[in-house]
């Protein structure tokens, strides 16, 4: 008996410790290794892929955060990157394509 209860006490305190580690605030490191992550992944892809093109736009997304000091929402956004290339939410019908306006053009109707 005291033995089940050390052991249910001890799965408890492991469990409570394990919960705590991840309700840490990330840091400027654990952003930079979500981004780098995202990356790679990303890299994997063709250039015209809108998978890629999304991930990308996620990536950039990331480093503006980190560069406000918003570490959460840089690895919030790196892991969206990261979902958009191994699930792939977006996809085009053969023979479209994205059509991706500069700043300066206007769309025409």
Request: proline residues 5%; charged residues 30%; contains cysteine.
């Amino acid at each position: 008996m005291f033995r089940l209860l050390s052991l249910i006490i001890t799965a408890l305190a492991l469990s409570i410790g394990s919960a705590s580690a991840h309700d840490e605030e990330p840091t400027k490191e654990s952003c930079d290794a979500a981004v780098a992550e995202a990356r790679a992944l990303a890299a994997g892809l063709p250039a015209d892929d809108v998978a890629r093109y999304f991930a990308e736009r996620h990536i950039q997304q990331a480093l503006v955060e980190a560069g406000n000091g918003e570490f959460d929402d840089c690895v919030e956004k790196a892991e969206q990157a990261v979902f958009e290339v191994r699930e792939r939410p977006h996809s085009l019908k053969p023979g479209e394509r994205l059509n991706i306006l500069r700043a300066d053009e206007i769309p025409s109707r």
